[in-house]
C-alpha cells in the first residue's frame, strides 16, 4: 500500500527497457497496471508496453497498447505520442490509410493537442511516401494554412516544394522554396532549399537565375552540406551554356576549397 510501491514496480520495467530486455520489461509494466489500476503512472506504463512491443517489432500489440492509452487517457500527455506511435506502426505494417484514419480521428477530436501539428504533418509525409503527391500537396497546403506557428513550417514549404518538383510543376516548387528563403533564412533547410532553387532555375533553362541560387548558397550557408554541391553545380552550369573557362575555374574552386567532398 506504499505511495512507492507503483513507482518501484515501474522503475523495475525501466531498468529492464534501458538494458534492452524488452520482454521482461513488459511483464513489468504489466504488473504495474494491474496491481496499481488507480496510479497516475498507469498512462506511462500503458506507453512503455508500447514501446518495448514497438522494439520487439510486434506492431500489432505495440498498437493495442497504445490504443489503450488513446482510449482510456484521451487527456493524458502521453496521448498524442500515443498515437504518433500507433501510425508508425501501420505504416511498418504496410497500412498507410489505418494511419492516415488514426491521425485523422484524433486531430479532428483534439484540434489543440501538443502534437496535434506533427501529427497532421505526419499525413502528408505518408502520401508523399506513397507517391499520392497531389494529396501530399493538399495536406501540406493546409498545414500552412492551420499551424501558421509551427516549428515545421520550414519542412512544410520545403516538402511542398519537393511534392510539386515530382509533378514537374516547378514554378510552383520555386515559390515553395523561395518562401523557405524569405521567412526561414536561418532554418535548417534554407540551404537546402536554396539548392532546389538553383536546380530548378537550371531545368527551366534560366542558367543566371540557377547561378544565383547556387552562389548564394556558398555566400549565406558556407558550412552546410549544400556549399560544395552548390560550387560544383556553378561549374555545371557555366559548362551547359559553353562559357568553358569559367567553368573549368569553378571546378578548380571547387577542388581547392573543398578537398574532402
Known amino acids: 500500500n506504499s505511495d512507492l510501491a507503483d513507482d518501484a514496480q515501474y522503475g523495475i520495467g525501466w531498468i529492464y527497457f534501458q ?3 524488452y520482454e521482461q520489461a513488459v511483464r513489468a509494466f504489466e504488473k504495474a497496471v494491474d496491481r496499481y489500476p488507480n496510479s497516475e503512472l498507469l498512462p506511462r506504463a500503458l506507453y512503455s508496453i ?33 498515437v504518433n506511435g500507433i501510425q508508425y506502426c501501420y505504416i511498418l505494417l504496410d497500412k498507410p490509410l489505418d494511419a492516415l484514419r488514426v491521425i485523422n480521428d484524433y486531430v479532428k477530436k483534439n484540434p ?20 499520392q503527391y ?3 500537396i493538399n495536406v501540406y ?20 516544394g519537393k511534392s510539386y518538383g515530382a509533378l514537374n510543376n516547378h514554378q510552383a516548387a520555386l515559390e515553395a522554396y ?10 535548417k533547410l534554407a ?26 548558397i556558398e555566400e549565406q550557408y558556407p558550412t552546410s552540406d549544400e556549399a560544395a554541391e552548390g560550387s560544383y553545380q556553378q561549374a555545371l552550369v557555366f559548362k551547359s551554356i559553353n562559357q568553358i573557362d569559367p567553368a573549368v575555374k569553378k571546378f578548380e574552386a571547387t577542388i581547392l576549397k573543398y578537398p574532402k567532398t
Do not use: C
Not at 60 to 76: C, F, G, N
Not at 112 to 131: C, N, S, V, W
Open 178 to 187: 523561395e518562401a523557405i528563403s524569405t521567412k526561414y533564412s536561418s532554418s
Open 19 to 21: 538494458t534492452k530486455k
Open 112 to 131: 489543440a493537442a501538443r502534437m496535434a501539428d506533427e501529427l497532421f504533418y505526419k499525413k502528408a509525409d505518408i502520401y508523399a511516401g506513397q507517391h
Open 191 to 216: 540551404s537546402a532549399a536554396l539548392f532546389e532553387q538553383g536546380a530548378a532555375y537550371a531545368q527551366q533553362g534560366k542558367p543566371d537565375a540557377a547561378l544565383a541560387a547556387f552562389m548564394k
Open 50 to 82: 508500447g514501446d518495448s512491443y514497438y522494439n520487439l517489432e510486434d506492431y500489432t500489440k505495440a498498437i493495442d497498447a497504445y490504443q489503450k492509452i488513446v482510449t482510456r487517457y484521451p487527456a493524458s500527455s502521453y496521448a498524442s505520442d500515443a
Open 141 to 160: 497546403r493546409e498545414f500552412l494554412q492551420r499551424f501558421p506557428k509551427s516549428k515545421l513550417m520550414p519542412d512544410a514549404y520545403y516538402w511542398l
Open 134 to 136: 497531389d494529396e501530399a
